[in-house]
């Protein structure tokens, strides 16, 4: 086999039968994605399920921490389980761009089963195309995602109340950061590294308190302060934060203030901001805490009456107003 993507692999020939069987079937063959089916059949349990997509055109492919494949497996799984579900199935759609090295292919390919495995997912069905050269940055993923509900939680922005706290469960901006230290060429001796990793684990974890958690988002594009803003917007309630409460890796500081960039800016892709009632706040962070995912879970601040405002309290006391970016500051970061 060639050791470049050529435009025959997308033609739907014998490349690309060669491309799909060697590449393909050979990872993620053993279930129904086994026989090549136009539409996988999945057998679901009573109740509701949560359905996500997401397109990942991240640059570069391959990131300190990790490439384009776990990225689009953990950020679809996260979705699914930030809306309270079990993550069970998804789909793998692939551009390729003709003269892609089979070898990042495979790196790719790989990240992706291994990631799959992690989260207890099946890769049920998929798509490959092949455009020319120059049409497509190397590589595109699209995947979608089904989960079955977790009966336990009912989520919803109308179930947050004042007082009620908000946590994160690790440090902020870490991927943002890892996938701009690469991009930049910064050659940065234990410089940042993406947390791209499931948050799924720190869901089911906690919903034994269900009833007193409100609403979960992983702070994806446009950082924390833009999941904090979408939720207050329209609300009769807004948040306040403390800076001295955020987790906040120093590699990630060190090259933000290096660029004059703003971490609660920047991604994050294994990390998840929650809103709860304050008596369990305690119990959600002991919880997080017991898994490596939680470690540095923290809680940063609480609900307020001030309706769609995000302030924050400053490290010398001060406050400021916490809005959204604006513009796009790391473009094609997922």
Not at 118 to 123: M, R, W, Y
Not at 258 to 277: K, P, Q, T, W, Y
Request: a negative charge; charged letters at 20%.
């Amino acid at each position: 086999m060639n050791d470049r993507i050529l435009l025959g692999h997308g033609g739907g020939g014998r490349l690309t039968q060669q491309l799909i069987q060697e590449e393909i079937l050979s990872r993620f063959g053993a279930g129904p994605l086994q026989t090549l089916p136009d539409a996988a059949s999945l057998i679901l349990k009573d109740g509701r399920i949560r359905f996500s997509t997401d397109s990942f055109v991240v640059h570069p492919l391959e990131f300190p921490g990790g490439n384009i494949g776990d990225l689009a497996v953990h950020g679809t799984v996260n979705d699914l389980a930030v809306s309270g579900s079990h993550p069970r199935w998804l789909s793998l759609g692939m551009i390729l761009e003709e003269g892609l090295p089979l070898a990042t292919l495979r790196r790719v390919l790989d990240a992706i089963q291994r990631a799959a495995h992690a989260c207890g997912v099946i890769i049920a069905t998929g798509d490959t195309k092949v455009v020319r050269r120059g049409q497509c940055d190397g590589l595109y993923l699209n995947t979608a995602g089904i989960g079955e509900a977790i009966p336990e939680l009912s989520l919803g922005l109308d179930r947050i109340n004042v007082g009620d706290r908000i946590l994160v469960s690790g440090t902020l901006g870490d991927h943002g950061m890892a996938v701009l230290s690469v991009r930049e060429g910064l050659r940065i001796q234990n410089g940042p590294v993406s947390d791209t990793r499931s948050v799924q684990r720190l869901v089911t974890a906690i919903a034994p308190l269900a009833d007193a958690i409100r609403f979960m988002r992983d702070p994806t594009r446009g950082g924390l302060a833009t999941t904090l803003n979408d939720m207050v917007l329209g609300q009769p309630f807004g948040m306040f934060i403390r800076e001295k409460s955020l987790p906040l890796a120093p590699e990630s500081i060190a090259l933000a203030e290096m660029l004059g960039l703003d971490l609660l800016h920047v991604a994050s892709e294994g990390c998840l901001a929650l809103a709860c009632a304050r008596e369990v706040a305690d119990s959600v962070l002991a919880t997080w805490r017991s898994l490596p995912e939680g470690a540095g879970a923290r809680e940063i601040g609480w609900v307020t009456d001030q309706a769609g405002r995000v302030i924050l309290e400053t490290a010398i006391g001060g406050q400021r107003i916490i809005d959204v970016p604006s513009g796009e500051l790391l473009p094609r970061i997922c």
